[in-house]
């Protein structure tokens, strides 16, 4: 399980962007974290995992997340980095294996074989050798979750996975995602596009600075509840909402 706690985040120290958010997700589950524009969903996920300063505390199954890093792995939006770092998609993956190494012990033999491995799953095999500045959006994204495959993390922070990527790369990422979660793995997901969320999600998030409501999408996702979030003037194309 982990457990979010009272987490909190402001960047100027006066403006809360992220208000006491409580709550907790047992594995396995697929977690859609919504809300509008500048909800604080990305900035709730970065406090939690103490990537910015912030109040509030995680634990995984009752520790202190510092103590339990390599199980939590964290997909930033595909906006924040860098493309043109001159590395190979298979460099780019084995990146996961370093929480459990240190960055001067080799990779051996074993190592390459697991990346190999979360290349094949992804559907990215053929791509090994190239520099990850060639790949499409979509690509890019699922060699980032290869990553989090090799790190063999249990809790998995996806933010915004599928802006501007094709819906071929999309799907492959969706049925992967849910064979984590077989595997028993809790994965995170912010995600903005409504209509999709019944769909993907077994467990909601909706935030608006603090914590509109948590639980299973057909308790949470209602009108009521995305009306708080979002307000009056919320568009779901084509997505049925429970009243
Ligand atoms: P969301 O992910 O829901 O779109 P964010 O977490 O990105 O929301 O942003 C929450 C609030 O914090 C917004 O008001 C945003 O402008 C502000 N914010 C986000 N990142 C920064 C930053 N690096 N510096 C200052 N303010 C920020």
């Known amino acids: 399980m ?3 706690d009272n987490i909190s985040a402001s960047y100027d120290g006066v403006h809360q962007a992220v208000e006491d958010v409580t709550f907790t997700v047992d594995k396995p589950a697929i977690v859609g974290i919504i809300g509008p524009n500048g909800a604080g969903k990305s900035t709730f996920i970065k406090s939690a995992l103490h990537l910015i300063d912030g109040g509030g505390s995680t634990t995984v199954d ?5 103590k339990r890093k390599k199980e939590v792995a964290y997909v930033e939006q595909k906006s924040d980095i860098d493309y043109t770092f001159p590395i190979t998609v298979g460099e780019c ?4 294996l370093y929480p459990e190494k240190q960055f001067f012990q080799r990779i051996t033999k074993e190592d390459w074989q697991k990346v190999d491995h ?6 990215m095999e053929e791509f090994k050798d190239r520099q990850i500045g060639e790949l499409s959006g979509g690509q890019f994204q699922r060699i980032l979750i290869a990553r989090t495959f090799v790190q063999d993390a249990t809790f998995i922070f996806l933010d915004e996975p599928f802006v501007g990527i094709d819906a071929t790369s999309e799907q492959i990422i969706m049925e992967l995602l ?13 995600h903005h596009d409504l209509s999709k969320v019944e769909r993907y ?5 909706i935030l608006n600075k603090k914590l509109i409501a948590k639980g ?14 979002f307000g009056d003037t919320i568009f779901v194309g084509g997505g049925q909402v429970n009243d």
């Open 2 to 4: 982990i457990a979010f």
């Open 62 to 66: 009752g520790k202190p997340l510092q």
């Open 93 to 96: 993956v084995s990146l996961g």
């Open 118 to 123: 979360a290349l094949a799953l992804v559907k």
């Open 178 to 190: 849910s064979g984590f979660k077989k595997e028993g793995k809790a994965i995170f997901i912010v």
């Open 201 to 205: 999600f077994d467990e909601l998030v």
């Open 216 to 229: 299973p999408t057909d308790e949470t996702f209602t009108k009521a509840n995305l009306q708080e979030a």
